[in-house]
């Protein structure tokens, strides 16, 4: 290969892409905590992003479009006000750098590795729920996915169990009422 098409592909001048992939999780902070405290390129982009699933609801009024359309409105805010938050967090931490934020819609593991590829990331951080056994099983794991199917790396921000017992605990136990 000649010299000038390897100076092309890896070309120290344009910006390092890195993915950024949160969602209402227990993890984002964490995941904001390593992207503030890991040493980056000088010219490196974040690229932060929300993936809203479709509202398929299993319910009597989910065949009623404004009742869908109301679901899908308060998705939409709530992502929004995390997206919000992560930027404002990030830019405190990384001024230097240029934080961009997106909502997209799809399945999660499948969209966010498609906005890898279309963004050029050199990384994706992504958190895991930890969940484990029947519950992966059923819901599946959407880090899992993405590191098996991923363009590039992929840092996984993994809850430690003290804190996921943490937030277990501060939960309130389901009452059992029996006749």
């Known amino acids: 290969m000649p010299h000038s098409q390897t ?3 890896f070309d120290q001048d344009a910006p390092c892409k890195i993915l950024i992939a949160v969602d209402d999780s227990d993890a984002v902070p964490l995941i904001v905590e390593f992207v503030a405290k890991y040493n ?3 010219n490196t982009e974040f690229h932060v992003i929300n993936v809203m699933s479709s509202v398929l609801l299993d319910h009597p009024m989910a065949s009623y479009p404004l009742f869908i359309e109301t679901i899908e409105k308060d998705m939409k805010e709530l992502a929004e006000k995390l997206l919000l938050k992560v930027m404002i967090e990030l830019q405190q931490s990384l001024p230097e750098h ?4 997106n909502i997209t819609e799809g399945q999660a593991a499948e969209t966010i590795i498609e906005e890898a590829e279309a963004i050029g990331a050199k990384m994706i ?11 992966r099983f059923l819901l599946g794991s959407v880090s899992g996915a993405v590191v098996s199917h991923a363009p590039c790396d992929v840092m996984v921000i993994r809850i430690p169990k003290a804190i996921t017992q943490e937030i277990k605990d501060k939960q309130p136990a389901a009452a059992i009422t029996r006749k």
């Open 98 to 101: 240029k934080i961009f934020a």
């Open 125 to 135: 951080v992504i958190g895991s729920h930890g969940k484990t056994g029947f519950k």
């Open 7 to 9: 100076d092309k592909i």
């Open 40 to 42: 980056w390129k000088e």
